[in-house]
């Protein structure tokens, strides 16, 4: 039975930082992309960043370029993505994804098969 879960969201002031951690099980990690994305209210989701199984091929939104870092480790099952220079729009519900295993899947939220339920991040004074 695969399993995703996120953790590290809360509240943070704008301007900070937060690093959101995803561990995976249940398939084969070091095969599958993973991907990042969010979803504000009354919005739709949206990618935020996602990298290769290999971890060669890496993208991320606009909103977040610059700002925001995926890695991975695949000896622990595990995507992060470090954020800073927190923004209020950059408030959401993060969600962690991957696709079937050897598809890429890139920002697109239609393109990935398994989700995690989400953390809540929150970037307000």
């Known amino acids: 039975q695969w399993e995703i879960v996120e953790s590290g969201g809360g509240l943070v002031q704008p301007g900070g930082s937060l690093r959101l951690s995803c561990t995976a099980s249940?398939?084969?990690?070091?095969?599958?992309?993973m991907g990042w994305f969010r979803q504000a209210p009354g919005k739709e989701r949206e990618g935020v960043s996602c990298m290769s199984a290999s971890g060669n091929s890496v993208e991320y939104s606009d909103a977040v370029k610059g700002r925001f870092t995926i890695s991975r480790d695949n000896a622990k099952n595990t995507v992060y993505l470090q954020m800073s220079e927190l923004k209020p729009e950059d408030t959401a519900v993060y969600f962690c994804a991957s696709p079937y295993p050897s598809q890429y899947g890139g920002l697109r939220p239609e393109n990935y098969d398994y989700w995690g339920r989400g953390t809540q991040v929150t970037v307000s004074s």
């Open positions: 249940g398939f084969t990690f070091d095969t599958h992309t």
